[in-house]
């Protein structure tokens, strides 16, 4: 009798067993009922189904990481770069994810890299290599997932990362593109030099025309200063000669006597009447 209750109580427990199935947080879940899916949206858990008749397949609904092989795709300008790049991934439909692709990883990957690798040969046939290296990462990275995401939800994939580690060029086309940038730089350094050119001709020239302006502004200013001194020096010569006429008439042959006479090499020829010598004669 215990030995019946053990084995009805063991059958039991097997039957409860494959009657029960647990979903972790980590994993999608797809029930099927003889071979058909049935239910595919449960959430963590514990959740039940009828032996025999339902199965259930477990898949990873962690992000997965396909690390593409470096590929060769042409530039705009028809050069040739090898790129290197990985793709973040993670199941999206997990019933579309089964259907199309078996629920097999690799073969997602397989579809996946031909998606990706269309998609760079797309974006980079339009720019050039000096786009290529100077445009932001990121930008190449959100076009990239734009462009890819509505091929992969066919999949049941949901495109988490697109990034590209690293664009390098063939050592055919390192050489050209190098020879390239370096003759663009030297005319960038051409405009540059031809542009500080024509700024210091202009400083030049502006100074040269403050110069003559200060200086034209100099000499009126003296002119005027001079003149205003001869007409001062004029009036007192004037007030002079009107306070004593006799005096004035005096000081200046005085003057002119020192200005003419006992220097060597003077020679004057004058009649002993003129003028010049009338106060000689003088008495008083």
Known sequence: MVNKILVALGALILVLSMSVFTVGVTERVIKFQLGEIVGTDFAPGLHFKLPIINDVKR???RILTMDSTPERFLTAEKKNVIVDSFVKWR?????VFYTTVAGDVNQANIR??????????SEFSKREIKQLVSTDRSAIRDTLITNVSPHAL?????????????IDL???VSSSVYQRMEAE??????EFRSQGSEAAERIRA???KQREIILANAYRDSEILRGEGDAKAAEVFANSYSADPDFYAFYRSMIAYKESLGKSGNIMVLEPNSD????FKSQK
């Open 59 to 61: 898949f990873d609904s």
């Open 112 to 121: 996946l890299d031909q998606i990706i690798k269309d998609a760079f040969r």
């Open 170 to 172: 063939p050592n055919e």
């Open 91 to 95: 199941i999206g439909d997990v019933k």
């Open 185 to 190: 730089r030297a005319r960038v350094a051409r």
């Open 276 to 279: 010049f010598f009338r106060f």
């Open 154 to 166: 066919k999949l049941g994939i949901e495109i988490v990362d697109v990034q590209v580690k690293r």
């Open 206 to 208: 502006d100074a040269d």
